[in-house]
C-alpha cells in the first residue's frame, strides 16, 4: 500500500497513442445507441410530471420548471386505475402459477417419466404455441358465455367473499384461459431445463424408492427453483400486459373489472382531446407491477438464465 | 440371499444391440465386475439389473426372485451412480434418509439413528449437515456409498464410483470399498472400464466387449489364461504383445521373426492356419547385444532395437523394432527393471520363452494355447 504507485498515474503518452478514428467513432455511436433508447424514456417521464399546459409549450425532453410541475397527474392517473390494479393482481397472479405449475408438471411427464405416445403428447404442446390468440377468440367467448356461463355461476359465491365483488367473478374465466394457454410455453422453457438436469438423479430417486409423485415434489421441483424465476416473471409480464383475452372476456373499459390493460387507453382521453400528461403517468404507474416482479426474481433470473435453461 | 442369476439376457436399443444374450451367475456375497471399454453394454447391463432399462429378452433374477417386471424399489438393490446423484438441494442427513422414508417398520428416530450409524462407520458425521456442493469429490463419494448402505439392500450396484476421483484418492478408496464389501457382505456388481480396479478389486471378473460377454473368472484365471485375444489384450497394463503371423507347422512365420513352436504347442495349434502369437511385456527378456553374433542366438532369441523407452523408475516400459522394420508401429513392448537402462537405437537381443508364450488364432481370435505355469500347473491355481 506504501509503495509508489506508478502504474495508477495516467500515462498520458499511451493515453494520446490509444486515442484513433476509429475509437472515437465507436463511441460516438455507442452514445448515440444510448440516447436513442434513454430520450423516450426520459421525455415520458417529464412529461408525466408536467402540466398539460407545459406540455403543450416546452420540449419534450426538457424537466418541467416552476408552474409546470406537477404531481396531479400521477395522483389522477392511480385514482382511475386503483380498482384496475386488483383486478390485474387479482387475475395475473394465480393465472401465472397456475400455468407456470402445471407447465412444470407437464414437462416432468414429457421428459423425466417415460411412456408410450410420449412424442404425440409433445407435440400437442408445441401445436399450442403456435395456435394464434385471435383465431380462438369467437370460440372461446361463446365457450365461456353460453355453453358454460362459469362467471355467473360463481357470482352468488363471490359475493360472500371478503373483499369481492360478484362482479369479480367474470376474471375466472379469463384466468383459466390464461392457465390454458400458457401451459403450452412453460412447459417447453421446463422441458428444456429438465433435460439438461442429469438424469442420475431421477434414477437415484427411483431405486430409493420415491414414486413418481415424489420424485417430483422432493427432487425437481426444489431443483428447478432457478428455471420458476424466468418463467414466473416471463409469464406473468405476458398475462399482465395481454390485451386481447381481457377485451373478449371482460367486453369494455367501463365495466368494474376491467384489467389494467382494458383501462389504459381511455385514462386522459377525453372529448376535449388527449391528456398527454396523465396518459404517460398511467403508463409508468401500469409497469411498475411487472417491475417489481423482476427485480424480486432478480436473483433467480440470473441464476436460471445461467445454469441454461432459458 | 443375494444371490444373481442373469439368464440370456439381450437388450436392444432401436437397431443397436447393446448387451447379446447374456449369461451370468453371481453368487452371494460375491464381489463381481464387469469391465470392457466404452460402449461395451457394461452399463446397461447393470441398469437391467437395476430395473432402470427393461430387458428385450431374457431373464433376471435376485435372491431366486424374477424381477423382470419389477420396480427398482421393490428389488431390494442399492445404487451408486458415475456422477454421485446427490440431491443437491438436501443436506447429506436428507440424503442418506431420503431411501429409507419409503422403507416400512422404521420410526422416524430409528431412520435417525441409522444415519447417524452409517455415517460413524464411513466417518462422514461431521458432514451430515452439510449440502453436497460443499462436499470434496471424496466425501462426496462417500455420501453416495452412505446412501446405498443405510437402506441395508441385498445387492449393491455401482457404475463407474471412482471414475470422477483424482488417482490417489481413487487407490485409497478402491481399498476402502473392498473393505466395506467384506464387512456388509453385500452381493457388488461393479461396472468399470479401469482393468486395475478390476484386477485389484474382484472376487471374479467378467469381460465384455460389444454386448457379448467374452470370459468370466477370477482375476489371475484371466491374466494368465484369457480364452481369447481380446481378454489377453484388455486385461494387463501394458498392453499383452501379439505378433501376427502364420502356423507353418513347426514354426511361426511372421514379417519380421520366427518362431519355433515345440511339441506342446504344436499340438494346440495344429491346424490353423493363420495365428497371433501373444506375450505379455514383463515376459520380454531384454538384453545387451554388445559383443553377440547372429550366429550365436538361440532359437528364441532375437536381435532387435530400441525404439522409444518410457521410464516409470520402478520399471521401464521399452519399445522394440525389428531391424528391418521401418514403419512407426513397435513390434514388441517389453517390461525391464528400473535400473536395466537401455539406450534408445542400441541393438538388443530380446528372449522369449516358450513356455509363456499364448497363440491364438488369427481369425476368431480364440486362444489355442496359453502360457504354462510350473511343470503341469493349473493356471487357476496360481
Not at chain 1, 407447465?103 to 411412456?115: D, E, H
Not at chain 1, 398511467?282 to 436460471?304: D, N, S
Not at chain 2, 444391440?17 to 451367475?25: G, N, P
Amino acid at each position: 500500500m506504501s509503495q509508489s504507485t506508478p502504474d495508477t498515474n495516467i500515462d498520458v503518452a499511451s493515453l494520446v497513442e490509444d486515442v484513433n478514428l476509429a475509437r472515437i467513432g465507436q463511441y460516438v455511436l455507442v452514445i448515440l445507441f444510448i440516447g436513442f433508447f434513454l430520450a423516450p424514456l426520459e421525455t415520458g417521464i417529464m412529461t408525466a410530471l408536467k402540466t398539460n399546459e407545459a406540455v403543450a409549450r416546452t420540449i419534450p425532453l426538457a424537466p418541467p420548471t416552476g408552474e409546470g410541475f406537477t404531481w396531479g397527474n400521477l395522483q389522477f392517473a392511480l385514482e382511475q386505475l386503483s380498482g384496475a390494479f386488483f383486478n390485474s393482481l387479482f387475475m395475473a397472479i394465480p393465472a401465472t402459477i397456475g400455468s407456470v405449475l402445471f407447465g412444470s408438471m407437464a414437462a416432468y411427464g414429457l421428459t423425466m417419466v417415460r411412456w408410450r405416445g410420449q412424442m404425440a403428447f409433445l407435440i400437442l404442446f408445441l401445436v399450442g404455441i403456435f395456435l394464434p390468440y385471435q383465431a380462438v377468440l369467437v370460440p372461446l367467448a361463446r365457450f365461456w358465455n353460453n355453453i358454460f356461463p362459469l362467471a355467473s355461476m360463481l357470482a352468488p359465491t363471490f359475493e360472500t367473499l371478503p373483499y369481492l365483488q360478484d362482479y369479480h367473478s367474470n376474471l375466472v374465466p379469463l384466468i383459466i384461459t390464461h392457465i390454458a394457454y400458457g401451459i403450452p410455453i412453460c412447459t417447453i422453457l421446463f422441458r428444456s431445463y429438465y433435460q439438461s438436469l442429469p438424469s442420475s438423479l431421477v434414477e437415484a430417486a427411483k431405486i430409493d424408492g420415491a414414486s413418481v409423485s415424489k420424485i417430483y415434489r422432493r427432487i425437481v421441483l426444489p431443483i428447478s427453483k432457478p428455471m420458476f424465476g424466468v418463467v414466473f416473471i416471463y409469464q406473468f409480464t405476458q398475462i399482465y400486459n395481454e390485451f386481447l383475452f381481457a377485451f373478449t372476456l371482460i367486453t369494455g373499459s367501463d365495466t368494474p373489472e376491467a384489467v389494467v390493460t382494458l383501462i389504459l387507453p381511455a385514462v386522459g382521453a377525453s372529448t376535449s382531446g388527449i391528456d398527454f400528461g396523465i396518459r404517460m403517468s398511467a403508463a409508468f404507474l401500469a409497469a411498475i407491477p411487472t417491475l417489481i416482479i423482476y427485480v424480486a426474481f432478480a436473483e433467480q433470473f440470473a441464476k436460471g438464465l445461467r445454469t441454461g435453461g432459458g | 440371499m443375494g444371490a444373481i442369476n442373469i439368464e440370456n439376457l439381450t437388450k436392444r436399443f432401436g437397431e443397436t444391440t447393446a448387451v447379446d444374450d447374456l449369461s451370468l451367475d453371481i453368487a452371494d456375497s460375491e464381489f463381481l465386475v464387469l469391465v470392457g471399454p466404452s460402449g461395451c453394454g457394461k452399463s446397461t447391463t447393470l441398469r437391467c439389473l437395476a430395473g432402470l432399462e427393461t430387458p428385450t429378452a431374457g431373464d433376471i433374477y435376485i435372491a431366486g426372485d424374477h424381477m423382470n417386471y419389477r420396480v427398482p424399489q421393490n428389488r431390494d438393490i442399492a445404487m451408486v451412480f458415475q456422477d454421485y446423484a446427490l440431491y443437491p438441494h438436501m443436506t447429506v442427513r436428507a440424503n442418506m434418509r431420503f431411501g429409507l422414508e419409503e422403507e416400512e417398520g422404521y420410526t422416524k428416530a430409528e431412520r435417525e439413528a441409522r444415519v447417524e450409524e452409517i455415517a460413524e462407520t464411513l466417518g462422514i458425521s461431521e458432514l451430515l449437515d452439510r449440502k453436497p456442493d460443499e462436499l470434496s469429490g471424496g466425501q462426496q463419494q462417500r455420501v453416495a456409498l452412505g446412501r446405498a448402505i443405510v437402506r441395508d439392500p441385498e445387492v449393491f450396484l455401482m457404475d463407474e464410483p471412482l471414475s470422477n476421483l483424482d488417482a490417489k484418492l481413487r487407490a485409497e478408496m478402491r481399498t476402502e470399498l473392498q473393505q466395506l464389501q467384506h464387512r456388509f457382505d453385500v452381493t457388488t456388481v461393479y461396472v468399470t472400464h479401469n482393468q486395475t480396479e478390476a484386477m485389484t478389486m474382484s472376487d471374479r471378473v467378467a469381460v465384455m466387449n460389444d454386448g457379448r460377454l467374452q470370459q468370466v473368472g477370477p482375476p489371475l484365471e484371466l491374466y494368465h489364461a484369457p480364452e481369447n485375444r481380446f481378454v489377453a489384450g484388455f486385461i494387463g497394463e501394458p498392453m499383452m504383445n501379439f505378433v501376427e503371423g502364420r502356423n507353418e507347422g513347426d514354426r511361426f512365420v511372421g514379417t519380421y521373426v520366427e518362431y519355433p513352436f515345440d511339441a506342446t504347442i504344436r499340438d494346440a495349434v495344429d491346424g490353423a492356419d493363420d495365428v497371433v502369437l501373444g506375450v505379455r511385456p514383463e515376459d520380454v527378456a531384454v538384453d545387451t547385444a554388445d559383443g553377440v553374433d547372429e550366429s550365436d542366438l538361440g532359437d528364441y532369441e532375437f536381435v532387435m532395437h530400441v525404439s522409444v523407452i518410457e521410464p516409470h523408475g520402478d520399471q521401464n516400459v521399452v519399445h522394440l523394432n525389428h531391424p528391418g522394420d521401418t514403419s512407426e508401429s513397435d513390434l514388441l513392448h517389453a517390461l525391464t527393471g528400473g535400473t536395466d537402462i537401455f539406450e534408445q537405437g542400441s541393438e538388443v537381443v530380446v528372449t522369449i520363452d516358450p513356455s509363456h508364450v499364448h497363440v491364438f488364432d488369427g481369425e476368431s481370435g480364440d486362444a489355442l494355447h496359453n502360457r504354462r505355469i510350473g511343470p503341469e500347473a493349473e493356471v487357476t491355481n496360481v
